[in-house]
């Protein structure tokens, strides 16, 4: 139905990027790049039930997403200095050998978003090799924090009580943290979260359970954590950060920050203000059976 529709496989992730570190290593790099290369570009798969073989995946993929988490920084483990030179010696190595196999196949990468992640490496020398950074602007904050706060904020507050690299926490700067160090406004993409992060047994303390304490309220996969398409459905009354430019509801004990689909207009109008890229989303199964969300990210003209 949409023959221009690139499809990309994402290398990674929040769970699985464990074995980057060592895979970016100069002894390592070249053959683990050729191994993915023969695996989702060529195609050539092993045989397992009569199914597989060579060339048996070509032409699925129109490209590879790297999404490290993070170089020298920390995820589920802590990166290594030497990590940052060779993040880019890996992406400029997965570039060659997608070139040598037709040019045109696409290169991105998903970055953190916090000024952390982002100044250890060096995104004026990475970004020659890549179609787009999907600059991961979610997850700001969460029950893993003890106070109530926006996950996804597009601006800095002047109430924010965070401090140090957190007061950075917000989808603005990152985006300004990228460009500052060289990368063109039309490489970058803004992240939006299809769910929300929340926290219970919060006081109202004047600000409807905004910056509060609390702890992580229930979620259908995992405390903190619950789709929009649930969220949507609880009918408690919404309220706007006009200086972050971020949303979130309470019920006097239980707050949920989280993108409503015109906070969502709001972020394609910076998008456009800024002349990104454009803009992604994690991920499909969040939004609700009529695609609000994605076509509050892009209408569907028809």
Known sequence: ???????????????????????????????????CIDAYIKGNLPMSDGAGGPGAAAGVFDGIDIDWEYPVACG??????????????????????????????????????GIDKIRVTDPGAYHQYLD????????????????????????????????????????????????????PASKLTLGIGFYGRGWTNVPNGGTNG?????????????????????????NWPVY???????TWIYNGTTFWTFDTPSMIQTKMNYVKA???????????SGDDANGTLVNAIKPDPQ
């Open 1 to 35: 139905k949409y023959p221009g529709l690139k499809v990309l496989i994402s290398l990674g992730g929040w769970t699985w990027s464990r074995g980057f570190s060592s895979a970016a290593r100069p002894e390592n790099r070249q053959a683990f790049v050729a191994s």
């Open 76 to 113: 589920i483990e802590c990166g290594k200095p030497e990590d940052n030179a060779n993040f880019t010696a890996l992406l400029a190595e997965f570039r060659r050998q997608l070139d040598a196999v037709r040019p045109g196949l696409l290169l991105t990468i998903a970055s953190g978003a």
């Open 132 to 183: 787009f950074i999907n600059v991961m602007t979610y997850d700001f904050h969460g029950a893993w924090d003890p106070k109530t706060n926006h996950h996804s904020a597009l601006f800095a507050s002047p109430r924010d009580p965070s401090t140090g690299d957190q007061k950075f926490y917000n989808s603005n700067d990152a985006i300004e943290a990228f460009r500052a160090r060289g990368v």
């Open 210 to 234: 905004l910056y509060q304490s609390g702890s992580a309220a229930a979620g259908t996969y995992e405390a903190g954590i619950e789709d929009w398409k649930v969220l949507r459905n609880l």
């Open 240 to 246: 706007t950060d006009n200086d972050a430019m971020a």
């Open 274 to 284: 800024q002349n990104l890229g454009g803009a992604f989303f994690w991920e499909f």
